[in-house]
C-alpha cells in the first residue's frame, strides 16, 4: 500500500495534479520566484505540507488558479509567484490581517481590488445588511462556491441558493480564489454575470492540535471560537476538523441585540487512488436589526433615529388613528412618523450544508472528482407594521416574512493530461425547492401583554389574520462545461472552453393574486477564450474574453431587492406583461491585465469592459410604505461596464509592507426602461449603489512576535437614484490592529493578545445602500428607507492561544 501511494505522489509531482472542488485542474502557479522572494519564508498555508512547484513547462489549467487540495495546498500568495492563469487573486489569511476576527466570509475581502463592501456592523452578524459588489456586479451575480458547493443566488433570503454568510466559521478559512474578470467555464453557477469566489476551509492538520480565541469588546460584544484537529486517526484512519463559533453584541444604537452560533466539521480520508472529504456546516442566528434609513430620517430626526423599542406605549400611541394628525416632532404628524419608524425589526434563521466529495485517479493520466451536498434554508424576517391594525385593537400588527429552500446537488469532473494539452469537462444538476410567505399576528393592546418578540411565539396572541404571496417553485439547473488548455511554449499558455447552462423554475403564488408561471433559461453554447505571456522574467500579460448567461432569479411577490424577479410583480397580469418577451440575462466581458515585479515593487493590473444585454430590474415606489412595497418590473435591452484596477505592493523596510489599490468602474445603461406603456429615461445612467471609485490601503508592521495595522477604504459617492438625481454620501472606513505573540517558555504554548479598531476616525457612514431596492428619481427617494449606517467606532480586545 504504501509503495503505491508513494508511486501516485511522485505521479502528482511530475503531472501537478490539482483535485479541486467541482472540477480537476493543474496548477496554476510557475516554479519561478524572484530571487529576492526566493530568501523569504513561505506565506501562511492552509496545509501542512511543504508546498511544491510546478515542474518546468508543464500546462496551468486555465480553471486552476488558485483552487487547490490538500496534496497541493494554497502554500504561496499571488505577489509570489507568476502566474499562468492569472485572471484570478488567490487571498490568504495574510491578506485579512485587518478584519476583525469572527467576520463573516464577505468582509475577507475588504480590501480586494474591484470590490465594494459594506454592512452595519464590524463582524457582518446583521446578514440583511452586508453587501458586496465587484467590479460593477453584485454578489448574487457573482457564482460563489464555498468548499466545492455551488452557492447561487446569496443574496439575504434568497430562494435559489445560500448565503455566504451562513456557513462555516471563517478562522478556519484556508484561502478565497477571487476571479479578476469573468468566471471559469468549470464554476458550477447559475448566477455567474461576470465573476466568481471560491471559498475553501484548511484542511484537517496532520498532528491533534487545537486553538482558543476569546474576544471581548463595545456594545457588549463577547465572541468566543474554538478549532480543533483529530490530526491523522491511527495509520490509515481519517483526519477531521471541529470547528465551533459564539458571536453575541449588543446594539450599537437604540435596544436590542445580535447573536449567531456556527459549527463546521471537515474530515479527509486517504485512499490508495484520491481521498474523500466529508463537510457538514451548521447555524443559527437570532438578530435584532436597525432601521432602514432615508434622507427624510437623516436630516429630519438625526443620525441616530431607530425603531422605538422596548417602548411600546409611544409606539403604540403614536399609531393611533385619532393622533395621525398630531404634531410628532421634527416637522412630521404622528402618522408620518409611525410610518417611517415602527415600533421592531429582527430576524432569526437556521442554515445546514452538507457534503461529501471523492477526489480519485484512474490512471497516470486521468483523474476525477465527485461530489454529492445538500442545503436547507428556514429564515423569519419580522417589521412592526404600523399600517395594518390588529384584531385585538392595536394600531399596528407584526409582518413576518417566511423564505425557506431546500437544495439537492451533484457535480463529476474529469481531467486528462495529453501532451501539450489538459482536457477538463463537468456536469452539473441541482434541484431546489423553495418556499415563501407573508403572515401578519396580532400584537396585544397596551397594558394586556407584552409585545410579541420577533424571535418566535408569533402565534401568542392568536394565528396569522392576513397572508399574502403564499408562493412555492421548483427550480432545476444544469450546466457541461469543457476546457483545453495548452502549453504552446513554456512561457505562453491558452485555454479554450466553453459551456452550457440550462435552468427552469415553475411556480408562484398558490392563492390570491401571486402570480404563477414558467420561466427558463437554455444554452448550449457560451465560450471562454484566454491567454497568458510570460513575455520576461517577473511580468506577464493576459487576455480573457467570456460570455455568461444566468438563470432567472426567485423572489415572492412585493418583495423588492438589489436584483429583480419577475414574480414580485403586483399580480398576474404585470407578470405577464413583463414576462411576454423576456429573455434571460447575457453577458460578455472582455478583460486584459498583467504582473510585473519590478524588485521592490510588485505591479498588477486590469482594465475590462462588459457588455450586458436584458438587464431585469425593479423599480421601487414606496407609496405604500416599506411594508407594502410596489414596483415596476421590466428589461433594459442594453448596458455596459467599462473599468480598471491597478494594486501595488510596497516593502518599504523588511519590517513594513504596504498595498495601495485602485478601482474605476462605471455601470451604464444604454436603452431607458419601458414598463406598463411609460417611459423610464434612464439612458446614459448609472446603476445605483456602485461606486465609480475605490481606494484601498493597507500598512503592515511585522517584528518578533508583533504586529500592527492600519487599514482605510474609501468608495466615492454612489448614485442613490436610477435617474441619478440622488447620491449617498462618501464612504471613508479606517479600521487599526495591534497583535504580539508572547512566547511562554517550556511546554507552555504561545499566547497572542490581539487589539482591533472599527472605524477608527468615529465618522458617520452610510454604509449598504438599496436594502430595500432603488427608487426611481428624487421624488420617490427622498423619504425611502433603503439605506443602513455603518457602526461608530468599536475596539474589540482578543486572545488567542494554539497547542
Known sequence: ?????????????????????????????????????????????????????????????????????????????????????????????????????????????????????????????????????????????????????????IGWGGLTGTNVLKIGIAQDLGGISVSTGSGSVSTFSASDNGGDLHYFVRN?????????????????????????????????????????????????????????????????????????????????????EYNDQSFQINDQLGWRADYFAPNYAYAYNISLPENATKDCGNGFSCKELAGLVSYNSGHSSQDLVGSLAHDFRISKILSGRASFYMTHSDTHEVLTDSGTPSLTGAPFSEQVWHPQNQRLGGTLSLRAKLGHHTVSGGFWQEHTDSRALTSWYNEPRLGTGAPLSVFGNFSQYGPAFQTQANSRWSTWERQLYLQDDITLSPNLHAGVGFKTLETSTSGGGLEGDAPRGTLSTRNYFLPHLSASWQWHKGHDVFVDIANNESGYRVSPQGQIGYSASAWTAGDQAAFDAATRNIKPENNWNFIIGGHDNLGWVRLSWDAYYDLISNRLLSVADDDGGLNSLTNTVAAVPHSHIIGGDVAINLPITRRFMLRQTLGVSKFTYDNDLFADGEVFPIKGSAQP???????????????????????????????????????????????????????????????????????????????????????????????????????????????GVSF
Not at 460584544?221 to 459564539?246: C, E, N, Y
Not at 446594539?251 to 459549527?263: F, I, S, V
Open 1 to 153: 500500500m504504501q509503495v503505491l501511494v508513494n508511486k501516485m505522489s511522485r505521479i502528482m509531482q511530475q503531472y501537478g495534479v490539482f483535485l479541486i472542488a467541482g472540477c480537476v485542474i493543474s496548477p496554476s502557479f510557475s516554479e519561478a520566484k524572484t530571487k529576492e522572494d526566493s530568501t523569504k519564508t513561505p506565506i501562511s498555508t492552509a496545509s501542512d505540507r511543504k508546498p511544491r512547484a510546478t515542474p518546468r513547462g508543464k500546462s496551468a489549467g486555465k480553471s486552476a488558479s488558485y483552487e487547490s487540495r490538500k496534496d497541493e495546498a494554497i502554500n504561496v500568495s499571488a505577489g509570489r509567484y507568476l502566474l499562468k492563469d492569472p485572471n484570478r487573486r488567490l487571498m490568504t489569511p495574510k491578506d485579512w490581517k485587518l478584519v476583525m476576527p469572527g467576520s463573516n466570509p464577505l468582509y475577507m475581502l475588504q480590501y480586494t481590488e474591484g470590490a465594494s463592501l459594506s454592512g452595519t456592523d464590524p463582524f457582518g452578524v446583521d446578514m440583511t445588511t452586508a453587501g458586496l459588489y465587484l467590479r460593477g456586479f453584485h454578489m448574487n451575480e457573482l457564482g460563489v462556491t464555498y468548499e466545492g458547493i455551488p452557492l447561487n443566488d
Open 204 to 288: 484537517p492538520k496532520d498532528k491533534a492540535g487545537a486553538s482558543i480565541w476569546q474576544s471581548y469588546g463595545s456594545n457588549q460584544t463577547i465572541q468566543t471560537t474554538i478549532s480543533a484537529d483529530t490530526g491523522q486517526i491511527g495509520h490509515h484512519g481519517p483526519k477531521m476538523l471541529v470547528g465551533f463559533q459564539r458571536n453575541y453584541s449588543q446594539k450599537y444604537m437604540a435596544y436590542g441585540d445580535q447573536q449567531a452560533l456556527r459549527g463546521h466539521f471537515k474530515a479527509v480520508q486517504d485512499v490508495s487512488w484520491g481521498d474523500f472529504t466529508a463537510y457538514f456546516s451548521g447555524s443559527t442566528a437570532k438578530v435584532t
Open 689 to 799: 449603489g456602485y461606486p465609480p471609485i475605490t481606494l484601498s490601503t493597507m500598512l503592515i508592521y511585522s517584528h518578533n512576535g508583533t504586529e500592527a495595522g492600519v487599514g482605510s477604504t474609501f468608495y466615492s459617492r454612489r448614485p442613490f437614484s436610477y435617474q441619478n438625481d440622488m447620491y449617498a454620501y462618501a464612504y471613508w472606513m479606517t479600521n487599526l490592529y495591534l497583535q504580539h505573540t508572547f512566547k511562554l517558555g517550556g511546554k507552555m504554548p504561545p499566547v497572542t493578545a490581539r487589539f482591533d479598531v472599527y472605524n477608527l476616525l468615529n465618522r458617520k457612514l452610510m454604509g449598504t445602500i438599496g436594502t430595500n431596492g432603488f427608487p426611481f428619481n428624487r421624488d420617490k427617494g427622498y423619504s425611502f428607507g433603503t439605506m443602513q449606517r455603518q457602526a461608530p467606532r468599536q475596539a474589540m480586545f482578543t486572545l
